[in-house]
T-cell receptor, first 113, second 112 residues
């Protein structure tokens, strides 16, 4: 595997389900990010992790819960989501938190029924 | 006012045309400017990365930054059908948080 991988690629869940999104980066980076991408809207930064510590939580509802067990893996735990949470969830990584380019995974297309 | 404004298009051009994609931004603290390309059902991929004002060229692609007018551009020469994608501009203040501010993206179609 190379770059940033995400699983699953597609997820359909009910509002009462609990599911998790997984991200893995194979680039040796030390910062990881979760973004939400909705139609016709800019990418929304959700969480930033640097060296496995959360450094930013961008006013995200508590029904989204991130976890970063090490610098290569990032999870997004989902529970009691709403239909408006349906979107493409993108994971990214970068070498440092600073002004370096971020590299994105292919995303998980989430549909909440 | 949004931090980064980008016309979502869609933009449709014939093969071989010169394409101009543009963004404006409001925060004068932005120092780093990026263009990402996103194909359908894929994540964004970094296309160009520039610091401060000036031009940067990479093959058929040229990124231009004018900090005095807070205007960033991406030019694609000799456009190809394979360039059909959504192009996202992004700006960074250069802080330690790695916080990118994205435009909405412009959907480009290059028809043969």
């Amino acid at each position: 595997e190379t770059g940033v991988t995400q699983t699953p690629r597609h997820l359909v869940m009910g509002m009462t389900n609990k599911k998790s999104l997984k991200c893995e980066q194979h680039l040796g980076h030390n910062a990881m990010y979760w973004y939400k991408q909705s139609a016709k809207k800019p990418l929304e930064l959700m969480f930033v992790y640097s060296l496995e510590e959360r450094v930013e939580n961008n006013s995200v509802p508590s029904r989204f819960s991130p976890e970063c067990p090490n610098s290569s893996h990032l999870f997004l735990h989902l529970h009691t989501l709403q239909p408006e949470d349906s979107a493409l969830y993108l994971c990214a990584s970068s070498q440092d938190q600073g002004p370096t380019a971020q590299f994105f995974g292919p995303g998980t297309r989430l549909t909440v029924l | 006012q949004k931090e980064v404004e980008q016309d979502p298009g869609p933009l449709s051009v014939p093969e071989g045309a010169i394409v101009s994609l543009n963004c404006t931004y409001s925060n004068s603290a932005f120092q780093y400017f990026m263009w990402y390309r996103q194909y359908s059902r894929k994540g964004p991929e970094l296309l160009m990365y520039t610091y401060s004002s000036g031009n940067k060229e990479d093959g058929r692609f040229t990124a231009q930054v004018d900090k005095s007018s807070k205007y960033i551009s991406l030019f694609i020469r000799d456009s190809q059908p394979s360039d059909s994608a959504t192009y996202l501009c992004a700006c960074d203040r250069g802080s330690t948080l790695g916080r990118l501010y994205f435009g909405r993206g412009t959907q480009l179609t290059v028809w043969p």
